[in-house]
């Protein structure tokens, strides 16, 4: 995994100008900055801060170039306040010098993700219905409103 298409310094939690999508994560105990990657089905932890990992494999990056990984391993994530046991793809390097990469296999565990100027949130999206019962129904006369 090479370059970097945006600065090489990530903003903490939130998303900007020239910054990738990034959140604070804790895994296996270490605190590590993290790519929050929509386009990636399955996470990546970089060798470093992985357990012991197992079954040498190879994954297709976006753009189509073959990554070789060197194993699976399963490890504890601590993502927007809520912690997970997880499988992921063991690598030597991941893009921008992050440590891991937050893949869907997470981001649909924790309920999804939103972007949006105030940072990265995850979890279901909440809609609310309000109505006030003092209110009273008003009375249309003109039939072309």
């Known amino acids: 995994m090479g370059g970097c298409c945006a600065n090489s310094h990530p903003a903490k939690g939130g998303i900007g100008v020239g910054s990738l999508p990034s959140v604070e994560v804790v895994v296996n105990g270490i605190p590590v900055v993290a790519l929050v990657d929509t386009g990636c089905t399955t996470s990546l932890v970089q060798s470093g801060i992985a357990g012991t990992h197992y079954g040498k494999t190879r994954v297709v990056a976006f753009d189509g170039k073959y990554v070789d990984c060197l194993g699976k391993s399963k ?11 997880k499988e992921a793809l063991v690598v030597n390097n991941i893009v921008c010098n992050f440590k891991a990469v937050i893949g869907m296999d997470i981001i649909l565990e924790l309920g999804g993700v939103m972007l949006g100027r105030h940072g990265i949130e995850f979890g279901e999206p909440v809609c609310a219905a309000v109505s006030n019962t003092d209110v009273k129904a008003g009375i249309i006369e003109d039939k072309d409103f």
Do not use: A, T
Request: no cysteine.
């Open 75 to 85: 490890g504890e994530f601590k993502v927007g306040g809520k912690s997970l046991m």
